[in-house]
Every structure is written in C-alpha cells, then in structure tokens.
C-alpha cells in the first residue's frame, strides 16, 4: 500500500472538494481519500491511500480536466517536499 500527500489549489468552496473528491475516485487503485480543505487560504490538503503507486501525471492530469470542466475555478497539483527529521 502506498500513501501520497499533495495539495490542491484553488479550492474555494465545498463543491470544489466534491469535485476534487469524484476526480481523484476515478484513479484506478484509490482505496481512501482524505481531503481537508482550508478555504480562508483555498487551497486543501488531499491524502490518498492507494494499493498501487500512480504516477504523479495520472493525479495531475485527473485534477486538470475536472479544473477544466468547472468554469471559474482553477485547480493545480501542488507537490509537497517531505522533510526528514534527525534527533
């Protein structure tokens, strides 16, 4: 199983994670999706729980054509650097 953290922007509102939400089910291998959106900042988290590993082409690509699809909305991939900590 892998998991794969990424946030989205341009996420205004509670359609926007519907739709982002219907996006992201349609990747083939998704067991669970987390989306937690900040709206004061419009942009979401998104945690994706996969028994496969998608490339990040497949997420972006499903991510613009739903940004595509909604007239006055813009939703991008933002990738995030994990960060390894050492004690």
Not at 14 to 41: H, M, W
Not at 54 to 80: A, C, G, L
Request: hydrophobic fraction near 35%.
């Amino acid at each position: 199983m892998q998991e794969i953290s990424f946030k989205v922007s341009g996420i205004y509102c509670e359609n926007c994670v519907r739709k982002v939400y219907k996006a992201l089910s349609t990747l083939k291998g998704v067991i669970d999706i987390q989306i937690i959106p900040n709206f004061n900042e419009e942009y979401a988290e998104v945690h994706l729980k996969c028994e496969r590993k998608i490339p990040r082409e497949e997420i972006e690509d499903v991510i613009s054509e739903v940004s595509q699809e909604t007239p006055y909305h813009e939703y991008r991939v933002i990738w995030v650097k994990r960060r390894l900590l050492f004690s």
